[in-house]
């Protein structure tokens, strides 16, 4: 019966329905969980749910000391830069960010991350920036770094590091890779002219 009206149908508003109809298919499958996956939830609960406690607990601590690492680099004299805190999800990782405009090709991030293993820095360039320009300013700048996907910094710190150790790195790279930004703009107006 169907088909007689689809036939006649106007195509606009075809992939419309189908599309709904696909949906209501989908609602009607529900979900099923992995049976011995849920035998072992029920037989070992108050393992799992003090195991889920303490994963909460450690992603609380990690939220914690980038805090607290943020708190002690005060980026509010530089207008280009952004400090904000990032967690992924259900990961155990947690990471002080700082994205620092220094042109519109030239948008550097800079993410001090800590994990079980410890503290790591990486420095890129967002979506649309020029990887290459951010290597040269590197290089400019005197700012070592492992090539990789993204540019990481080789000092890296313990987990337990004191955040006074690791800090003037941290603000210093910011401060650096901030202050720059005068020059690339010079460099970008020279160029366009």
């Known amino acids: 019966m169907l088909g007689h009206y689809v036939a006649r149908a106007d195509t606009r508003y075809l ?4 599309d709904f109809l696909n949906t209501l298919d989908n609602l009607q499958v529900g979900t099923v969980m992995d049976q011995t996956f849920l035998a072992f939830l029920a037989s070992r609960q108050s393992d799992v749910e003090a195991f889920l406690n303490e994963i909460k607990k450690f992603r609380d601590e990690l939220r914690t ?3 607290e690492l943020a708190a002690l680099i005060d980026v509010t004299a530089y ?3 952004r400090q904000w805190l990032y967690r992924e999800g259900g990961s155990l990782i947690d990471i ?4 620092i405009k220094l042109a519109p090709d030239l948008p550097v ?7 079980p293993d410890g ?3 990486q420095i890129f360039v967002r979506r649309g920036g020029d990887r290459s320009k951010l290597q040269n300013l590197l290089q400019r700048l005197e700012i070592p770094f492992k090539d990789g996907e993204r540019f990481i910094f080789p000092t890296r710190f313990g987990y337990t590091e004191k955040l006074d150790q690791m ?3 941290v603000r210093d790279l910011v401060v650096k890779i901030a202050d720059s930004g005068n020059a690339v703009k010079s460099e970008s107006n020279t160029a366009s002219e």
């Open 79 to 81: 207008p280009n830069v």
């Open 15 to 18: 992939t419309f329905l189908l």
């Open 119 to 121: 503290w790591e820095v």
């Open 65 to 67: 000391k980038v805090a």
């Open 109 to 115: 991030a800079i993410d001090t991350i800590v994990r």
């Open 167 to 169: 800090y003037p790195v």
């Open 96 to 99: 002080l960010v700082y994205d």
